[in-house]
């Protein structure tokens, strides 16, 4: 950090930027200086410049000052989309980590080489990414939006704060969001803080799916603070005192679907409303604003019938969400929260709150431990978006009929999900040459092989890459054996499905069901019952099988499968007119479709205890891992670990263990 002497100096601003760094409430500002005239002014950001359309062209509101002190009180807001705000100072802020790549995007250069730069240069990413200090130009404001939570519209919402757009010399426009900087309007009865633990994993995973090629709103900085709140992490009675976060989030707008349900009408399931039901002009407003400005080309081809182009529009975002959901499932990404409210209205994959990247492979994974009836599991979110998109069309209403939506939604959703779904598993299995209809069989046998045998998701996909091909290429059993090394073992099935309910407690709701079944849907649900009892019969069944036996199931099922994708891979290589062409094509695309790396929970949780223990090396460590996730260029394809062993800490151990399978401790973490 840069010394207090160079900081303070003897000007007003500068005294004032030393209060702000470490906490305090600003300095008063005497009566002939403007308030805005007191903020610190910046160095490395001075050359961000700020445009901010989105408050010009759409309602804000500008509150009456609180009283010294106060939080802004939740509340509706009817008749505005965006009210102005201040973010809520924290003690202490201290820079956790900085993406470059992310900051590149607003024009920011590299980080110099002189550590005393440095230094600087994050103080000062500390003191105005936390919200300490406002940028010359920025206009923080809370954006009010909707959404439909878990199936059941919860009315309005917003917790996060605008700060402003900043324009590039390269002609690019990019929104910048405070995400945990205090509460708002919208917050509802929330303090509108993150913590540590949610901003680390949040801003490491934005940067991830970048880097994997999944759409996504980017994280520029995370920032942490000596500030704390209490949360009940698992929600069991248990509060603690956890250090405030704040995450820097970059995208060219974070509207969402649920900014359009600000107009809803009260639901006939919850009784609510959104703030500003009957507001039909801000409706056509806010489509004007989002048409003209993120679907320029759209505008201009339908510029004089709205209905059309509000149609392309529905069309284009259909088109985009399938197509990023395709890609979800194909790096076997977990969101967790598929809220109508964390859909974004420009196809980007936003709000990383609860989420997951598959370990062992299983469709009905859910990465979500408070998604108690998994309405949000894996195999569930292409229907789960094409379910937001049907809330989005009827918010769009009158703007664009109904029956015109929903003829959109049925006839572009599942086709363009499916078209690219399969182009992507066809590009990771390395099939380069013509396209074949039983491909999609062949995708689906592999996922059921992988499930059957609990094989990893990430590694397995990676290893095919060095699936011998050809009669000159090694044989099948090392393959074989190098692939077994990658399916779930007895003991990590045992863990996997050990029942979740007390035996006394699945008799009684079982007898429940039967004897009143109107008191057990109020209390549970059947598909809950029945897993359960799945449990216990599996668990039944592996206590029975020995190692060698689930090892000589594992190698007939992969067998098997392996057989027919040689056959296609064969099949694929005599279209090609060159052959040794064909073979290099192939594993230049498969490295550039499984990624080696991914942010796995327990790799996410090791960087998380190191930072809150002051540590935060290991976050940078595993950020730079991430921006290369891949393959890379001149690199020996890797066979990748098995578990990473138990006990093994130490940062080399775990730098290892990057690329392998999770560890046993792993299977015990809960995101909530």
């Not at 965006?82 to 993406?99: D, G, T």
């Not at 190698?555 to 040794?580: F, K, P, S, T, V």
């Not at 800490?649 to 015990?668: I, Q």
């Amino acid at each position: 950090m840069a010394s207090l002497k160079a900081v303070l100096g003897t000007s007003l601003p500068a005294a004032r930027a030393v209060w702000l760094l470490f906490g305090c409430r600003p300095l008063p500002a005497p009566c002939s200086i403007s308030a805005a005239a007191m903020e610190p002014a910046p160095h490395w950001l001075a050359g961000l410049h700020f445009d901010n359309r989105a408050l010009r062209a759409l309602p804000v509101e500008t509150p009456p000052p609180d009283p010294e002190g106060a939080a802004p009180a939740p509340r509706l807001v009817p008749g505005f989309c965006f009210s102005r705000v201040r973010p809520a100072p924290l003690r202490q802020p201290r820079l956790v980590a900085l993406s470059e790549p992310a900051l590149a995007l607003l024009g920011l250069g590299a980080p110099p080489a002189a550590a005393a730069a440095r230094e600087a240069r994050e103080a000062e990413a500390a003191l105005f990414f936390s919200g300490n200090a406002l940028l010359p130009g920025a206009e923080p404001a809370a954006h009010c939006y909707c959404g439909h939570q878990f199936g059941q519209f919860a009315g309005h919402d917003g917790a996060a704060m605008y700060l402003g757009e900043v324009c590039t010399a390269a002609g690019e426009r990019w929104e910048l969001q405070l995400k945990g900087a205090g509460p708002t309007p919208f917050s509802r009865q929330a303090d509108g803080r993150k913590v540590l633990r949610s901003s680390i994993r949040e801003f490491l995973c934005s940067e991830a799916m970048f880097h994997l090629g999944v759409p996504t709103t980017r994280a520029g900085a995370c920032v942490t603070s000596e500030s704390t709140v209490v949360r009940d992490v698992f929600y069991d009675g248990n509060p603690k005192h956890e250090p405030c976060a704040v995450v820097l989030r970059i995208a060219s707008t974070f509207l969402r679907f649920g900014s359009f349900e600000i107009f809803k009408a009260e639901d006939e399931h919850t009784g609510r409303a959104g703030p500003s039901v009957g507001r039909n002009d801000i409706r056509v407003q806010m489509l004007d604003y989002v048409v003209s400005t993120f679907y320029p080309e759209i505008q201009a081809t339908h510029a004089s019938d709205s209905v059309q182009r509000n149609a392309a529009f529905f069309r284009e975002v259909t088109r985009r969400t399938a197509r990023m959901v395709a890609e979800w499932q194909c790096v076997g990404f977990c969101h967790g929260v598929l809220n109508t409210d964390n859909m974004s209205i420009v196809g980007l994959t936003i709000d990383y709150g609860p989420f997951g990247f598959l370990d062992r492979y299983d469709p009905d994974h859910v990465c979500n431990a408070s998604d108690n009836a998994g309405r949000y599991s894996f195999s569930k979110q292409p229907e789960v978006c094409k379910w937001n998109l049907q809330k989005l069309a009827e918010a769009l209403v009158p703007e664009l009929p109904l029956e015109q939506g929903e003829a959109i939604l049925a006839e572009e959703y599942d086709t363009e999900f499916h078209r690219h779904y399969l182009h992507k598993m066809r590009r990771k299995l390395g099939l380069v040459q013509a396209e074949r209809e039983e491909d999609a069989a062949l995708v689906a046998k592999l996922l059921e092989t992988m499930h059957l045998t609990g094989a990893d998701f990430t590694n397995t996909f990676y290893l095919l890459s060095s699936f011998p091909v050809g009669p000159d290429s090694p044989g099948l059993a090392e393959f074989l054996a190098a692939l077994m090394e990658q399916c779930a073992s007895l003991e990590e099935l045992r863990l996997a499905f050990r029942p979740q309910m007390d035996p006394r407690q699945l008799s009684m709701m079982l007898m429940l069901a039967q004897s009143n079944p109107q008191l057990f849907a109020l209390i549970g649900t059947r598909a809950n019952v029945t897993k359960e009892l799945e449990r216990v019969e599996q668990q039944s069944r592996l206590e029975q099988l020995s190692p060698a036996e689930l090892l000589s199931r594992n190698r007939g099922h992969w067998a098997d499968w392996l057989q027919a994708y040689r056959a296609r891979l064969e099949e694929d290589r005599e279209g090609a007119a060159d052959q040794d062409a064909w073979q290099a094509e192939r594993t230049r695309v498969m490295h550039a479709n499984n990624p080696k790396y991914v942010l796995r929970n327990y790799i996410a949780q090791n960087a998380i205890e190191a930072a809150e223990n002051g540590d935060f090396s290991e976050v940078r460590r595993v950020l730079k891992l991430l921006e290369a996730p891949y393959h890379r260029e001149g690199e020996t394809t890797e066979v990748p670990g098995a578990a990473e062993p138990e006990g093994a800490g130490s940062p080399a151990e775990r730098r290892r263990s990057y690329s392998s399978k999770p560890p046993l401790w792993a299977a015990e973490l809960c995101v909530t």
